[in-house]
Protein backbone atom coordinates (compact mmCIF):
# COMPACT_ATOMS: atom_id res chain seq x y z
CA UNK A 1 0.00 0.00 0.00
CA UNK A 2 1.31 3.83 -0.74
CA UNK A 3 1.76 6.14 2.25
CA UNK A 4 2.64 9.77 2.19
CA UNK A 5 4.94 12.11 4.55
CA UNK A 6 4.58 15.49 4.50
CA UNK A 7 6.99 17.47 6.29
CA UNK A 8 6.92 20.79 8.42
CA UNK A 9 3.74 20.70 9.15
CA UNK A 10 3.17 24.44 10.10
CA UNK A 11 4.94 26.98 7.82
CA UNK A 12 4.61 30.67 8.33
CA UNK A 13 6.39 33.03 6.19
CA UNK A 14 6.08 36.61 5.23
CA UNK A 15 4.43 37.97 1.70
CA UNK A 16 7.14 37.46 -0.83
CA UNK A 17 9.10 35.00 0.45
CA UNK A 18 9.85 31.54 -1.14
CA UNK A 19 7.70 28.25 -0.14
CA UNK A 20 8.81 24.27 -0.16
CA UNK A 21 6.77 22.07 1.49
CA UNK A 22 7.99 18.44 1.18
CA UNK A 23 6.12 15.31 -0.09
CA UNK A 24 7.87 12.12 0.13
CA UNK A 25 5.80 8.72 -1.07
CA UNK A 26 6.49 4.86 0.24
CA UNK A 27 5.48 2.57 -2.91
CA UNK A 28 6.86 -0.13 -4.47
CA UNK A 29 6.07 0.55 -8.39
CA UNK A 30 5.43 3.79 -10.17
CA UNK A 31 3.12 6.20 -9.34
CA UNK A 32 0.98 9.23 -9.84
CA UNK A 33 1.24 12.03 -7.43
CA UNK A 34 -0.82 15.30 -6.81
CA UNK A 35 -0.68 18.53 -4.40
CA UNK A 36 -4.14 19.70 -3.63
CA UNK A 37 -4.98 22.71 -1.87
CA UNK A 38 -7.59 23.74 0.70
CA UNK A 39 -8.26 27.32 1.52
CA UNK A 40 -10.07 28.00 5.20
CA UNK A 41 -13.48 26.69 5.10
CA UNK A 42 -13.65 25.29 1.49
CA UNK A 43 -13.18 21.82 -0.21
CA UNK A 44 -9.98 20.16 -1.82
CA UNK A 45 -8.96 22.06 -4.95
CA UNK A 46 -6.28 20.45 -7.66
CA UNK A 47 -3.54 22.29 -7.32
CA UNK A 48 -1.40 20.15 -9.82
CA UNK A 49 -0.66 16.44 -10.68
CA UNK A 50 2.35 14.32 -12.29
CA UNK A 51 1.45 11.52 -14.10
CA UNK A 52 4.62 11.02 -16.48
CA UNK A 53 7.05 13.04 -18.99
CA UNK A 54 8.92 16.16 -17.56
CA UNK A 55 9.27 15.83 -13.72
CA UNK A 56 9.16 19.61 -13.53
CA UNK A 57 5.11 20.24 -13.20
CA UNK A 58 3.69 23.83 -13.65
CA UNK A 59 -0.06 24.05 -11.59
CA UNK A 60 -2.33 27.03 -11.08
CA UNK A 61 -1.28 29.79 -8.98
CA UNK A 62 2.53 29.93 -9.68
CA UNK A 63 2.92 26.58 -8.09
CA UNK A 64 5.55 24.07 -9.72
CA UNK A 65 6.51 20.58 -8.43
CA UNK A 66 9.33 17.82 -9.13
CA UNK A 67 9.20 14.34 -8.99
CA UNK A 68 12.76 12.87 -7.85
CA UNK A 69 12.42 9.30 -8.43
CA UNK A 70 15.34 8.42 -7.12
CA UNK A 71 14.52 10.20 -3.82
CA UNK A 72 11.00 9.20 -3.46
CA UNK A 73 10.07 13.08 -3.67
CA UNK A 74 7.77 15.42 -4.80
CA UNK A 75 7.98 18.57 -3.30
CA UNK A 76 6.10 21.96 -3.83
CA UNK A 77 7.58 24.96 -4.61
CA UNK A 78 6.78 28.99 -4.79
CA UNK A 79 9.01 31.37 -5.84
CA UNK A 80 6.85 34.29 -3.98
CA UNK A 81 4.05 34.17 -1.92
CA UNK A 82 1.18 35.53 -1.41
CA UNK A 83 -1.56 36.59 1.68
CA UNK A 84 -3.99 34.55 -0.24
CA UNK A 85 -1.74 31.50 -0.54
CA UNK A 86 -2.70 31.21 3.14
CA UNK A 87 -4.12 27.13 2.97
CA UNK A 88 -3.52 23.95 4.04
CA UNK A 89 -2.02 21.91 1.34
CA UNK A 90 -1.98 18.09 1.02
CA UNK A 91 0.32 15.69 -0.87
CA UNK A 92 -1.31 12.59 -2.33
CA UNK A 93 -0.03 9.22 -4.07
CA UNK A 94 -1.66 6.72 -5.93
CA UNK A 95 -0.16 3.74 -8.07
CA UNK A 96 -0.72 3.52 -11.67
CA UNK A 97 -4.03 0.88 -11.89
CA UNK A 98 -4.98 2.03 -8.41
CA UNK A 99 -7.64 4.17 -7.80
CA UNK A 100 -6.86 4.37 -4.27
CA UNK A 101 -5.13 7.94 -3.13
CA UNK A 102 -3.16 7.97 -0.32
CA UNK A 103 -2.44 11.67 1.27
CA UNK A 104 -0.60 13.07 3.34
CA UNK A 105 -1.06 14.82 7.02
CA UNK A 106 -1.04 18.43 5.37
CA UNK A 107 0.99 21.10 5.62
CA UNK A 108 -0.64 24.37 7.09
CA UNK A 109 0.36 27.71 5.44
CA UNK A 110 -0.14 30.94 7.18
CA UNK A 111 1.28 34.03 4.95
CA UNK A 112 1.79 37.44 6.68
CA UNK A 113 1.12 40.53 4.65
CA UNK B 1 -15.95 22.90 -10.38
CA UNK B 2 -17.13 19.54 -10.66
CA UNK B 3 -21.08 18.74 -9.97
CA UNK B 4 -20.84 17.29 -6.22
CA UNK B 5 -23.04 18.38 -3.55
CA UNK B 6 -23.07 17.41 -0.46
CA UNK B 7 -26.10 17.05 1.97
CA UNK B 8 -26.46 18.07 4.43
CA UNK B 9 -23.70 20.75 5.10
CA UNK B 10 -23.90 20.50 8.53
CA UNK B 11 -25.49 18.11 11.36
CA UNK B 12 -25.45 17.80 15.02
CA UNK B 13 -26.96 14.46 16.46
CA UNK B 14 -26.54 12.61 19.65
CA UNK B 15 -24.38 9.63 20.11
CA UNK B 16 -26.44 6.57 19.41
CA UNK B 17 -28.50 7.58 16.67
CA UNK B 18 -28.35 6.75 12.66
CA UNK B 19 -27.04 9.49 10.19
CA UNK B 20 -26.60 9.46 6.85
CA UNK B 21 -24.91 11.63 4.40
CA UNK B 22 -25.61 11.93 1.23
CA UNK B 23 -23.05 12.53 -1.95
CA UNK B 24 -24.58 13.68 -5.29
CA UNK B 25 -22.90 13.90 -8.81
CA UNK B 26 -23.68 15.42 -12.16
CA UNK B 27 -20.74 14.15 -13.96
CA UNK B 28 -21.81 10.34 -14.69
CA UNK B 29 -18.15 9.41 -13.09
CA UNK B 30 -17.84 5.46 -12.15
CA UNK B 31 -15.70 6.68 -8.95
CA UNK B 32 -16.96 7.90 -5.72
CA UNK B 33 -15.16 8.41 -2.67
CA UNK B 34 -15.94 9.12 1.12
CA UNK B 35 -13.37 10.95 3.32
CA UNK B 36 -13.01 11.45 6.52
CA UNK B 37 -10.50 14.83 7.66
CA UNK B 38 -9.47 15.52 10.92
CA UNK B 39 -6.73 17.49 12.42
CA UNK B 40 -3.52 15.85 12.52
CA UNK B 41 -4.62 13.24 10.41
CA UNK B 42 -5.50 14.68 6.51
CA UNK B 43 -7.72 12.55 4.89
CA UNK B 44 -8.51 8.99 5.38
CA UNK B 45 -10.50 7.22 3.26
CA UNK B 46 -13.63 5.15 4.16
CA UNK B 47 -15.23 3.82 1.99
CA UNK B 48 -15.48 4.12 -2.16
CA UNK B 49 -17.62 3.34 -5.24
CA UNK B 50 -16.70 1.66 -8.63
CA UNK B 51 -19.74 1.40 -9.87
CA UNK B 52 -23.64 0.83 -9.01
CA UNK B 53 -23.36 -1.68 -6.26
CA UNK B 54 -19.88 -2.06 -6.33
CA UNK B 55 -17.98 -0.85 -3.12
CA UNK B 56 -15.14 -1.91 -1.08
CA UNK B 57 -13.74 -0.43 2.69
CA UNK B 58 -11.14 1.98 3.04
CA UNK B 59 -8.65 2.98 5.53
CA UNK B 60 -11.14 3.60 8.25
CA UNK B 61 -14.14 1.60 7.59
CA UNK B 62 -15.44 0.41 10.98
CA UNK B 63 -18.55 1.92 11.98
CA UNK B 64 -19.83 3.16 9.05
CA UNK B 65 -21.44 1.73 5.50
CA UNK B 66 -22.51 2.83 1.97
CA UNK B 67 -24.67 2.33 -0.57
CA UNK B 68 -24.78 3.05 -4.41
CA UNK B 69 -27.87 2.27 -6.00
CA UNK B 70 -27.82 4.77 -8.69
CA UNK B 71 -24.90 5.97 -10.69
CA UNK B 72 -25.08 9.83 -9.09
CA UNK B 73 -25.41 9.13 -5.42
CA UNK B 74 -23.39 7.41 -2.48
CA UNK B 75 -24.78 7.14 0.42
CA UNK B 76 -22.51 7.04 3.93
CA UNK B 77 -24.37 5.84 7.10
CA UNK B 78 -23.24 5.42 10.44
CA UNK B 79 -25.45 2.94 12.02
CA UNK B 80 -24.75 4.17 15.59
CA UNK B 81 -22.90 7.65 16.20
CA UNK B 82 -20.01 8.19 18.31
CA UNK B 83 -18.66 10.88 19.91
CA UNK B 84 -15.47 9.77 17.45
CA UNK B 85 -16.85 10.28 14.54
CA UNK B 86 -17.21 14.45 14.78
CA UNK B 87 -15.47 15.17 11.85
CA UNK B 88 -15.65 16.38 8.43
CA UNK B 89 -17.01 14.22 6.01
CA UNK B 90 -16.06 14.75 2.12
CA UNK B 91 -16.67 13.43 -1.07
CA UNK B 92 -14.85 13.17 -4.20
CA UNK B 93 -15.63 11.56 -7.66
CA UNK B 94 -13.03 10.59 -10.82
CA UNK B 95 -13.93 9.00 -14.17
CA UNK B 96 -11.79 6.09 -13.12
CA UNK B 97 -10.73 5.67 -16.41
CA UNK B 98 -7.24 4.40 -15.37
CA UNK B 99 -5.99 6.10 -12.60
CA UNK B 100 -4.72 9.39 -13.80
CA UNK B 101 -7.69 10.85 -13.16
CA UNK B 102 -7.59 13.44 -10.36
CA UNK B 103 -10.19 13.05 -7.77
CA UNK B 104 -12.17 16.15 -7.39
CA UNK B 105 -14.40 17.09 -4.04
CA UNK B 106 -17.36 18.13 -2.81
CA UNK B 107 -17.83 21.18 0.11
CA UNK B 108 -17.72 18.68 2.76
CA UNK B 109 -20.29 17.88 5.59
CA UNK B 110 -19.93 19.15 9.27
CA UNK B 111 -21.02 16.39 11.43
CA UNK B 112 -20.91 16.85 15.27
CA UNK B 113 -21.85 13.64 17.53
CA UNK B 114 -22.43 14.88 21.06
Known amino acids: AQSVSQHNHHVILSEAASLELGCNYSYGGTVNLFWYVQYPGQHLQLLLK??????LVKGIKGFEAEFIKSKFSFNLRKPSVQWSDTAEYFCAVNGKGNNRLAFGKGNQVVVIP | DAGITQSPRHKVTETGTPVTLRCHQTENHRYMYWYRQDPGHGLRLIHYSYGVKDTDKGEVSDGYSVSRSKTEDFLLTLESATSSQTSVYFCAISPGQGSNQPQHFGDGTRLSIL
Open chain 1, 50 to 55: YFSGDP
